[in-house]
């Protein structure tokens, strides 16, 4: 099945449920857009993958913590696209160092969203991250009846010039010189009024390249209603090539950050937006939902919330958590307490964009030792997956086996995961510990395989992060 026809599968609700407002979108996860069974250790070997390029763009983060780590505003020798009538934005970039300091590391989320946007509205499906702060599409843009323009391969592309409320940012503007420079703006401006061009670079060698313009994103309402947003800073982008990119036309940001949609759309829906994920292995008739609102409109049952502290603006763009531990089988771990200390160089983020859970060594290794000594009966076998270190012949194993393994909030609340979100499937009768290692000193990382059935919600109004155990339906 190609992908374009998996792409078929996936709708934009909008629900009537009742007269409140607040905003439902359909997610489906992005590795089920590869279906058939022996594609299982592939999808795995491939996410562990962009995890890995992922996670250490965020320890970067946050060894340099802000001020340091912001990005520079760089100067090369991208053009716009089309400019020439020929096919722009591909290959003549400066320098490959810049890779290592890409904020599109971020971009490799899981899950799709379909999204309305311009005037008229077109659609578009996005990977809706956490970590990302801007939200781009593949797009064309002053390309009218240039054959030359855009990639032949492009399946979607958002036509910017044929939307109304489509503005650019002029280069000249602070907003692109200054404020955007988080977000990877070119200093270059031939003249005052040109878009304010952008250059993400992947570590993997992905990239993107456009221009930053304001646009209007129109929601459906849970009413039934539609609702725009209008000025929603959106990137146009001319070029992206590389993995991360195959299943989606661009990336939904959902991180903190002033020009993210969801920190925009918050404002507008109640503060907050929430997303339910269902098991990573649902067939992809199987959706959950990204919200932004209040979720109690949209009927999806939790059984019961529970709510810890969402640290914002420590690790930008990404919500950060106060976590006192980690237990096991009712017996807390000896992990030091710096690992998890966000105002010096430990922390902890939960994010939609990375698939594994990752833990700094000091924190995976007594995971590890604890969660192996239950799994002594079974055959250790020796498979190719990328930081899955611990993997097993599951013929016999029961989830009853696995002592529960419990994530401790400085606050009290507990979260305890399900077996299967830790203890996952790598192939037919195999099994492994999915937790991947990263470097000391660095951010542990709650991702969105242990993240899934359960009712995520974001309340960046009152600073709070709310969760709890859910079928998604
Ligand atoms: C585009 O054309 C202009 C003038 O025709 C030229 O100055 C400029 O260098 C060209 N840009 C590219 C990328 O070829
Ligand atoms: C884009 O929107 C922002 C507000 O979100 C506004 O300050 C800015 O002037 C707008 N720019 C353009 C080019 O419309
Ligand atoms: C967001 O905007 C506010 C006020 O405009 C500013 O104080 C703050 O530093 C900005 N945050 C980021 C992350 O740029
Ligand atoms: C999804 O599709 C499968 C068959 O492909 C079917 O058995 C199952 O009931 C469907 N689930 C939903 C929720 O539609
Ligand atoms: C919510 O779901 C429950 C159980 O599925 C159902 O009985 C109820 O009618 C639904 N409520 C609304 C408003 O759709
Ligand atoms: C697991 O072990 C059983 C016998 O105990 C064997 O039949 C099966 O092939 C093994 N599976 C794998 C994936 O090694």
């Not at 969203?113 to 991250?129: F, N, T």
């Not at 993210?260 to 404002?267: F, G, I, Q």
């Not at 498979?383 to 909030?409: K, Q, W």
């Amino acid at each position: 099945m190609s992908i374009l026809h998996s792409l078929l599968f996936i709708f934009f609700i909008a629900d009537s449920v009742n007269g409140h407002q607040g905003v439902k979108y359909e997610l489906i996860h992005r590795h089920d857009l590869h279906p058939g069974g022996g594609a299982l250790l592939e999808r795995l070997r491939e996410l562990a993958h962009s995890d890995a390029i992922r996670v250490r763009a965020i320890s970067r983060r946050v060894r340099l913590k802000q001020g340091a780590g912001r990005r520079q505003v760089r100067e090369n020798r991208y053009e716009p696209a089309c400019n020439n009538g020929s096919r722009g934005g591909g290959a003549e970039h400066s320098s490959g160092e810049l890779s290592i300091h890409s904020g599109a590391d971020y971009g490799a989320g899981q899950y799709l969203v379909k999204m309305r946007v311009g005037s008229p509205a077109q659609k578009v499906v996005l990977i809706a991250d956490t970590g990302s702060d801007l939200t781009w599409s593949n797009c064309r843009y002053k390309c009218r009846g240039a054959r030359s323009c855009g990639s032949r391969h492009r399946r979607r592309v958002f036509r910017a010039d044929r939307s109304s409320s489509f503005r650019t940012v002029p280069c000249s503007s602070t907003i692109c010189k200054t404020d955007l420079a988080n977000l990877f703006s070119l200093s270059r401006c031939p003249s005052p009024l040109d878009p304010c061009s952008y250059d993400y670079r992947y570590s993997d060698g992905s990239a993107t390249l456009g221009v930053f313009a304001n646009e209007t994103v129109t929601f459906s309402l849970t009413n039934g209603r539609k609702a725009r947003l209008h000025d929603v800073l959106v990137g146009c982008s001319e070029s992206a090539r590389g993995q991360s990119f195959v299943a989606a036309d661009g990336v939904m940001g959902l991180g903190y950050s002033n020009y993210s949609l969801a920190v925009k759309a918050a404002a507008r829906f109640g503060g907050k937006f929430s997303y339910c994920l269902v098991d990573h292995l649902s067939p992809k008739n199987v959706s959950s939902y990204l919200i932004f609102g209040s979720h109690k409109e949209v009927n999806i049952s939790v059984v019961r919330m529970r709510y810890t502290e969402l640290v914002l603006g420590v690790i930008n763009p990404f919500y950060a958590v106060n976590v006192k531990g980690i237990s096991v089988g009712g017996v807390m771990l000896d992990i030091p307490a710096e690992v998890w200390d966000l105002s010096s160089v430990g922390g902890a983020i939960v994010d939609s964009g990375t698939s594994l859970t990752v833990l700094t060594q000091p924190a995976y290794q007594p995971v590890m030792a604890a969660l192996r000594e239950s799994l002594q009966g079974f055959k250790r076998l020796d498979l190719d997956i990328g930081p899955l270190e611990y993997c097993f012949n599951s013929t016999g194993f029961d989830a009853a086996m696995v002592p529960r393994l419990v994530l401790h909030f400085v606050d009290g609340a507990r979260f305890e995961p399900p077996v299967k979100s830790y203890v996952i499937d790598a192939a037919p009768g195999v099994k492994c510990l999915g937790f991947a290692a990263a470097a000391w000193p660095g951010a542990s990382v709650v991702g969105n395989i242990l993240q899934q059935n359960h009712f995520w919600e974001f309340d960046i109004g009152k600073s709070r992060l709310g969760f709890g155990t859910s079928s998604c339906v």
